[in-house]
C-alpha cells in the first residue's frame, strides 16, 4: 500500500480528494492537518447499552479553551469535511497532540473508499487537558487501493453533518 505525498494530495484535490475548507498551512509531506470544531457531544448514561441509542449533550467549547476530564469520552469532530474517491483515508493524532496524552480516537482510524462527511473524533486524555476550537487536532492521509473494489455509498456515517455517536444499534434492528 503507497501512502500520497502531500503534492499528491494536493493534485488530487477537488477531483478525487475534498478537504473543505482547505488551507495550505495545513499540508504536511504525507497527510493533511485537521482542525477541530467548536462542538463536542459526551455520553449522557453512565452505562451504554450497544442495542439502543444512547442520550448525549452537546458542549461548546468556548474560545478560551474546556479542560477535558480524564475517564470520559468526548465526541468532536473536524471542522474540515472530507470526501475521497479512489483512495482509502486514515486519520491519526498529530505528534504533538498525542505527547500531551490526547488521544482522537479509540479505534476509528480507518476510512473507506468513498466515504463524505466530516471525521467524528474519539476523544479521551490521560489528564486533565485544555482544549480550542480550531486546533490543528488530527491528520488524514490516504492510502492508494489495490484491486476492484465497491464504493462506500450509504453507510451509517456517510454524508453526516456533524458529530456522530454511535449508531451501532441500528446493526442489531437489521437481524
Known sequence: ????SGLEIKKHLGKEII????????????????????ELLV???EILDMKKPNRTRKIIIPEDGLVLEPGRLYLGRT???TKTEGYVPMLEGRSSIGRLGLFIHVTAGFGDVGFSGYWTLEIHCVQPIRIYPGVEICQIYYHSIEGDYVKYYNGKYQNNK???PSLLYLDFEKK
Open 162 to 164: 456533524g458529530i456522530q
Open 79 to 81: 471542522l474540515e469535511y
Open 19 to 38: 478537504i473543505d475548507p482547505f488551507d495550505e498551512k495545513c499540508l504536511n509531506p504525507n497527510s493533511y492537518n485537521l482542525r477541530l470544531h467548536n
Open 43 to 45: 455520553y449522557e448514561e
Open 1 to 4: 500500500m503507497l501512502i500520497l
